[in-house]
Every structure is written in structure tokens, then in C-alpha cells.
């Protein structure tokens, strides 16, 4: 199976790279760009094929090791 | 003294901390590899020193963070033991839970190598005693992510309580803006946890020791941490 967890920054943290990056964007003359936000994704291959204890590990590896829940969310998506 | 210093793969500035504690104890600290399971028997302070542990990969200290050593510091930090985070040390420990915050982004995305200010805001903590409240000393910071930030609650905790020991500020000690230089939540450059006996602090006092390196500024936070040691022992 295969999983994404993507690792966001919370509502309120100020984001040095997202700022920059959106600079940068305004720069290039890319238009209709209001603001961005700089986030990691991280693709993972499950072993086993159990649903539930894929998202239960995905959970605990994002949790224990992938976000900073002091200052970022995560979401996790479990593809079958 | 007896300290110990950990090192992780990536750490660079763990020879720089062993030099200025032998320097100012006198005792050769001992030096712990981060697979290690415990520290040396009789370790009165733990140093967690600057570097670029696991190469900042993830997010800075993240990964050290959840290195083996790290739950036997936490244990002796629960003992009352004291830790001295500097500079990727500070992530670590922020990483660690063992502070409280995160260390982001500098402010303006700059890595920012050189001297800086900051002002004492006690001295009556085991990591402050060698200055004097409202002292101002000049040493470097070498970083691209020192930028403290907490949740405003946490923020407000922190200065409640008096955890904030060292600020940036300008050379007269004025905490300002233009002295702020990573953008750190109210000059933030060094805090301890809720039972005052871990460090964590960007800027890098090893490093302003001896004549030969220009200042000596830095000599205070080791010297007064023998002094505390030698008092309660």
C-alpha cells in the first residue's frame, strides 16, 4: 500500500520560506497568487495490507518523528 | 565539574564546548556518542553542543532529538540535573520536549555568522550566577534557524516566570528591533525549562573564552556553573 502524510505549517505561524517563495512568484509575474505557504510531503510504502494499522503507524510516525505538532498539522491519506 | 558532552553525527562544534570546559573546570569532560544508552556516572552537566546534527535534515534537531542518549538526558534533566543546549543543541532540546517552543527560520532567511549582544536578565540561576542582572556580553552566533517562537500562551509563561536569561540587544543593552537578529519572539536568545536547570541558547559561549579569540565574555556561563556545582556539592 501506499501512504502520504503532508506536514503543514498551523494558521498563525509566520512562514519565512512561504513568504519568500511568494515573493519570488510576484517577481516572475506569475499573477493571481494571494499568498503561500511552504509544507513537506512524504510519501511512504506500507507493508502489510491492513487499512486501519497502516493509518494507526502513520499516525504514530507523525506524531513521534514527522510534524512538529508545536507548530505544524498533519494530515495522512491511505491509498489502497 | 563533571560534564559530559553528547555527540551526534553532523555536530561540529562538540571540541569547541570540551575545550572551554576544560578550560574553565578543569576537568576533561567526557564525550558521548549518541547511541549510548546512559551517561557517565557522576555527570553534573550534560552539553548538548552546536553542529549540524543529521545534517538539519527533517527539521533542525529533529532527528538527534530521538537518538538513545537523549532519554537518558531526559532522565537526569527529571532529576534535576543540568543541561546546557547551544545553538543546534538549543533545536534538540526544543525537538526533545525537554524545552518548550521551536527554533525557525531566521526572520530574514539569512544564516547569520558573526558577534552579537545580549543582556543577562538574572543572575541568579546555576547558568547566569558569573554576570550580573542587566549585563551585557558580547558573543557569536553562527545560525539560519534561531528564530524562537512559541504559542503566546507559552510566551507569556516563559517571561512570567523569568525563564528568558539571555536577550539580544544592542552593545548599551537596549532590546530592540534592530538588536533582534533572527526575529526571535521578544529577543529571545536563551531560555530555561519550568525547573530552571535546562539551558537551551543560540548563541555560542565556548567560543569567547580565551584572549586569543578577542573576547572573553563567554567565560561567565561556565565559570558560574562551577561555581553553583562546587556550592551544592
Known amino acids: 500500500m501506499k501512504a502520504r502524510v503532508t506536514v503543514t505549517l498551523k494558521t498563525g505561524i509566520l512562514d519565512p520560506q512561504g513568504k519568500a517563495i511568494e515573493g519570488a512568484l510576484k517577481s516572475l509575474g506569475v499573477d493571481g497568487i494571494a ?10 510504502e506500507i507493508a502489510g495490507a491492513d487499512k486501519a494499522k497502516a493509518e494507526a503507524a502513520l499516525k504514530d510516525a ?3 518523528l514527522l510534524a512538529n505538532t508545536v507548530i505544524e498539522n498533519y494530515a495522512i491519506e491511505v491509498r489502497g | 565539574m563533571k560534564s559530559a558532552v553528547l555527540v551526534f553525527p553532523g555536530i561540529n562544534r562538540e571540541r569547541d564546548m ?47 532529538a530521538r537518538a538513545p542518549v537523549m532519554d537518558a538526558v531526559r532522565k537526569f534533566a527529571d532529576g534535576g540535573g543540568l543541561v546546557l543546549g547551544v545553538c543546534n543543541g538549543f533545536q534538540i532540546l526544543c525537538e526533545s520536549g525537554l524545552l518548550p517552543g521551536v527554533l525557525m527560520r531566521n526572520a530574514r532567511l539569512k544564516f547569520i555568522c558573526h558577534d552579537v549582544h545580549l543582556r543577562v536578565e538574572r543572575s541568579d540561576s546555576p547558568f547566569t550566577r558569573g554576570y550580573n542582572a542587566g549585563q551585557v556580553i558580547r558573543v557569536p552566533v553562527a545560525h539560519g534557524e534561531g528564530n524562537y517562537e512559541a ?28 538588536s533582534n537578529i533572527n526575529g526571535a519572539a521578544a529577543g529571545i536568545a536563551g531560555i530555561v525549562s519550568d525547573r530552571g536547570n535546562v539551558l537551551g541558547m543560540m548563541p555560542h559561549p565556548e ?27
Open chain 1, 35 to 44: 499568498s503561500v505557504r511552504q509544507g513537506k510531503v512524504f510519501d511512504i
Open chain 1, 62 to 64: 507523525a506524531d513521534k
Open chain 2, 18 to 64: 570540551a575545550r572551554a570546559l576544560k578550560l574553565i573546570s578543569g576537568h576533561e569532560p567526557a564525550m558521548v556518542w549518541h547511541a549510548e544508552k546512559s551517561l557517565p556516572v557522576g555527570t553534573d552537566l550534560v552539553v548538548v553542543p552546536g553542529g549540524f546534527s543529521y545534517g538539519d535534515y527533517l527539521r533542525c534537531g529533529a532527528i538527534a
Open chain 2, 151 to 178: 504559542d503566546a500562551e507559552t510566551l507569556q509563561r516563559l517571561e512570567g516566570d523569568g525563564r528568558v536569561l539571555y536577550r539580544y540587544c544592542s552593545a548599551d543593552g537596549i532590546v530592540d528591533e534592530q
Open chain 2, 207 to 233: 567560543n569567547h573564552v580565551e584572549a586569543i579569540m578577542g573576547c572573553t565574555d563567554g567565560r561567565g556561563l561556565f565559570a558560574g556553573l562551577v561555581e553553583h556545582l562546587g556550592r551544592a556539592a
